[in-house]
C-alpha cells in the first residue's frame, strides 16, 4: 500500500494494491465531519485528483433517510404495481440521488446551473458520463452513503432514465475502512472449491419464498441448484425460540463449522430502534429488542448483531465465505446507531457481503438472488453479477429495485473450481 498526500489534506490517503485483479476507477473518502477528502486513483493504482467535500454529519444522516425512503416507497410500488404506476417513485428517488451526488460532488451542480461555461474532470466524466466501469468505493461508517442510488441524469424533464443510477451504470463494490483508512476484508483473490461451491442456508421457512418439496420447506431454485449438482446445498438446523438462548445460538454457531463457501440468509430484518418494532422470543420470554441491527433467521427466533459478536464462527472453520443477507436493512452500514450486519460479518473475516438497503418484498428478494447466483456461478465476478442481475429485472421485470443491493467486497472477486 502507498500513500498520496496533498496540501490540503495532511493525512495520507491509503491506496490499495490493485495487483491481480482490474479495476478502472476507485473512490476512497478520509476525514472527518464536516471536511471529508475523496481521492481518485485510476485503473493503474496511481493518484489521480483529490476534491475537498464540506458535508455536516446531520447534512449526511438526512442524505442517507430520504434516499432510504425514497428506495422504499419505490420498492413496495414496483413490486405491486405495473411500471406505470411506480414512475413518480422512481422520479423521486432519482431527485434524492442527484441532490446526494451534488452535495458529495458540487462540480456537478455547477455543470447543471452553468452547463457552457464549466467542465469537470477526466475522472468525473469516468464516473458519471461512461458506462460499464469496475468501480471500488472505501470509506468509513460515518460517511456511508448508498452509491448505487446516486443519479447522474437530469431530474429537470420528464425523462428520467433508471439507467442514469450509478448502480445500473457500474458495476460497483464497497469496502468499509478501519479507523487507519485501511479496507475491512483485505480479501484478494478468488473464492476457491473443490467441484462446487457448499452453500449454508439460514431461513425463515414461513416467508412466502419457502415452499414444500419432498415434505420440507426449502427455496427451489437452490435445491434445483444442488439437483443440478452446480451447488453443494446445506439447511441451518431448526432454531426454537421456545429454547434456551445460548444453546441456540450455539447451534447457530456449530453450523459454520459446515466449511461454507457461501452462507444464505433469506430472512426478514429489523432495527430494535423502531418504537412500533416487534419482541422477540429469549427461551420462551417475550423482550423487547435492544437498539441494534436483528434479522429472523428462523420462525420467531431472531438473532441481534451483538448476538453474533458473542458468537462468532470457530476462526479454525470460518473459511472467509461469501455471505448473502437477502434480508430488510441488513446493509446500512453508519445508518443506525448499532453496528450493522453487513460490518460485523467482515469483522469476522467474511471474504464479501451482499446486503440490502431497505426494506425489499419477499417475491423480488428471491428473485433477484436466483439471477444473482446464475451470473456468479457462470463465472462472472461479484460486482459483475449484481449488476446483471439488477439490469435483468430492470428489462425483464420492469423492476429497478435490484439497485437496493449492494456489495461490500472487492469488486473483482470471483469463484473458481479447483
Not at 109 to 117: S, Y
Not at 364 to 384: C, H, M, P, Q, R
Not at 400 to 405: C, E, H, Q, R, T
Request: hydrophobic share 40%; proline share 5%.
Amino acid at each position: 500500500m502507498c500513500s498520496a498526500m496533498n496540501a490540503r489534506n495532511p493525512a495520507p490517503v491509503r491506496i490499495r494494491d490493485h495487483t491481480g485483479y482490474h479495476l478502472d476507477l476507485t473512490i476512497v473518502v478520509v476525514g472527518r465531519s464536516p471536511t471529508y477528502h475523496i481521492q481518485f486513483i485510476g485503473s493503474d493504482g496511481r493518484p489521480l485528483e483529490l476534491i475537498e467535500c464540506n458535508l455536516p454529519q446531520d447534512n449526511l444522516k438526512n442524505l442517507r433517510q430520504r434516499l432510504a425512503k425514497a428506495a422504499t416507497d419505490l420498492a413496495r410500488h414496483a413490486a405491486h404495481m405495473g411500471p406505470d404506476a411506480h414512475w413518480e417513485c422512481l422520479r423521486d428517488m432519482a431527485k434524492e440521488g442527484r441532490t446526494a451526488i451534488e452535495e458529495v460532488f458540487p462540480a456537478l451542480k455547477k455543470l447543471r446551473d452553468e452547463r457552457n461555461t464549466v467542465t469537470i474532470s477526466d475522472s468525473m466524466k469516468l464516473l458519471t458520463q461512461s458506462r460499464n466501469r469496475v468501480i471500488e468505493v472505501l470509506c468509513d461508517e460515518e460517511f456511508c452513503l448508498p452509491w448505487e442510488l446516486l443519479y447522474v441524469g437530469n431530474v429537470d424533464s420528464d425523462s428520467v432514465q433508471p439507467w442514469d443510477f450509478l448502480g445500473m451504470r457500474h458495476a460497483i463494490g464497497r469496502l468499509v475502512q478501519r479507523k487507519d483508512h485501511t479496507p475491512m476484508p483485505d480479501f484478494k483473490g478468488p473464492i476457491e472449491c473443490d467441484s462446487k461451491p457448499r452453500v449454508g442456508l439460514f431461513g425463515n421457512s414461513q416467508l412466502s419464498c419457502f415452499e414444500e418439496m419432498h415434505g420440507s420447506k426449502g427455496i427451489r431454485f437452490l435445491a434445483g441448484l444442488d439437483s443440478a449438482r452446480r451447488i453443494s446445498l446445506v439447511r441451518c438446523p431448526a432454531l426454537d425460540p421456545q429454547k434456551e438462548h445460548r444453546g441456540q445460538l450455539n447451534v447457530f454457531r456449530g453450523f459454520w463449522a459446515k466449511g461454507l463457501h457461501i452462507a444464505d440468509f433469506e430472512c426478514h430484518g429489523f432495527y430494535g430502534g423502531d418504537g412500533d418494532c416487534k419482541v422477540i422470543l429469549l427461551g420462551g420470554m417475550e423482550h423487547a429488542p435492544q437498539e441494534e441491527a436483528y434479522i429472523e433467521i428462523d420462525s420467531d427466533f431472531a438473532i441481534g448483531v451483538s448476538d453474533l459478536g458473542a458468537y462468532p464462527p470457530k476462526k479454525r472453520t470460518f473459511r472467509s465465505p461469501l455471505v448473502i443477507l437477502n434480508a430488510c436493512c441488513s446493509g446500512m452500514v453508519g445508518a443506525f446507531k448499532g453496528i450493522s450486519f453487513a460490518r460485523k460479518f467482515l469483522e469476522l473475516g467474511a471474504c464479501g457481503v451482499v446486503s440490502t438497503e431497505c426494506a425489499v418484498p419477499d417475491q423480488f428478494a428471491v428473485e433477484f438472488i436466483e439471477k444473482f447466483y446464475e451470473a456468479l456461478l457462470g463465472g462472472n465476478t461479484l460486482s459483475d453479477s449484481l449488476l446483471l442481475a439488477r439490469r435483468h429485472s430492470l428489462l425483464v421485470k420492469h423492476n429497478p429495485s435490484g439497485l437496493l443491493y449492494a456489495i461490500y467486497a472487492n469488486p473483482d472477486t470471483t469463484i473458481v473450481r479447483r
